[in-house]
């Protein structure tokens, strides 16, 4: 989602692969609805956005990019819930986590006495942001799968929140990071690359979500950026008849694709060319998402670290 940390892109991908939800990495962009003397910016699900901080006295996030923005905005004290899958910054775990950020416990999220419920937009979300309407409950629901989307997102929550001199602070911080990322690497060598983010059943990163664009920034090119979903199927022979140059992988991924025969025959594997990544870092679209960026270029082109800039959370 999101998001994502890795439990959520998990939960999101298996979704998509039994036709009921979203990847966790696609792109909707927020609708607009025109009247005769406004513009009504609605949010994924159509429900018309906060426009000011009217909503934000308790607030839920049932979605873990929500939260780590909240935090970083320094308005955590207006948090009275949040997934399970809510892990970042530490401080979240000081949090109550009500379930699921996906097909959410809705007695459980009442019970916090909400003002604002924020979700992620997926088609299994529908019912509990209907269920929380009924209850007169704001509810914001947004796909945050891509870069652009991460900075939308944390504007909205700005005016959301009335925290707008704090999320454009965040949004020039991340957006600074890749920026300078992207002109070191720029004219770099670059090599081709597969992100893979499930065994069983194999799933690769393609061009919809924001690990495909963390690749290009940092100097790589994604062996499946033809393929326009965030998470693909696919099969270990199509990777190795595409022939990356490196894997990019977790250090536990890692340890097991070296283990495993089947991944043998992809090239990458059987020499060992494996670029490690901290999930972390790369797990989710927020406010750490220059560090990641950083973090891969580094590792991806090791002789141009001197020159990539020094990875720091953006601070409000």
Not at 24 to 48: M, N, Q, Y
Not at 159 to 177: E, F, K, P, R, Y
Not at 221 to 242: G, H, K, L, T, Y
Request: net charge positive.
């Amino acid at each position: 989602m999101f998001f994502l940390h890795p439990k959520l892109i998990r939960a999101t991908a298996i979704c998509t692969l039994s036709a009921v939800a979203v990847c966790v990495i696609a792109c909707v962009p927020t609708s607009e609805r025109t009247t005769k003397s406004t513009v009504i910016a609605l949010d994924d699900f159509g429900a018309a956005l906060p426009t000011d901080a009217s909503f934000a006295a308790r607030v839920v996030s049932l979605n873990p990019t929500a939260t780590e923005i909240i935090f970083a905005m320094g308005a955590q004290r207006v948090l009275v819930g949040r997934s399970r899958w809510d892990l970042y910054p530490a401080a979240a775990s000081e949090i109550t986590a009500v379930g699921d950020g996906i097909n959410p416990n809705i007695e459980a999220v009442l019970a916090q006495h909400p003002t604002l419920v924020i979700l992620y937009a997926t088609a299994s979300n529908r019912a509990a942001a209907a269920a929380f309407a009924r209850a007169g409950v704001k509810t914001m629901t947004l796909r945050v799968d891509h870069i652009a989307q991460f900075v939308s997102f944390t504007q909205q929550l700005g005016v959301a929140l009335g925290q707008q001199s704090a999320a454009q602070a965040i949004t020039d911080s991340v957006q600074h990071t890749l920026a300078a990322v992207r002109a070191v690497t720029n004219g770099a060598h670059r090599r081709s690359a597969v992100w893979p983010v499930s065994r069983q059943p194999v799933l690769v990163i393609g061009r919809g979500s924001y690990m495909n664009e963390l690749l290009e920034i940092a100097g790589a090119r994604n062996v499946f950026d033809d393929m326009d979903a965030p998470s693909p199927p696919v099969n270990v022979e199509e990777i190795a008849n595409r022939d990356p140059d490196v894997v990019i992988a977790s250090q536990p991924m890692a340890d097991v694709l070296l283990q495993s025969a089947p991944w043998r025959v992809v090239n990458a594997v059987r020499m060992k060319r494996i670029i490690p990544h901290d999930p972390d870092l790369t797990g989710r679209p927020s406010v750490v998402l220059g560090m990641a960026a950083v973090r891969l270029a580094r590792a991806l082109h090791p002789e141009l670290a001197s020159r990539l800039p020094t990875s720091a959370t953006p601070k409000p």
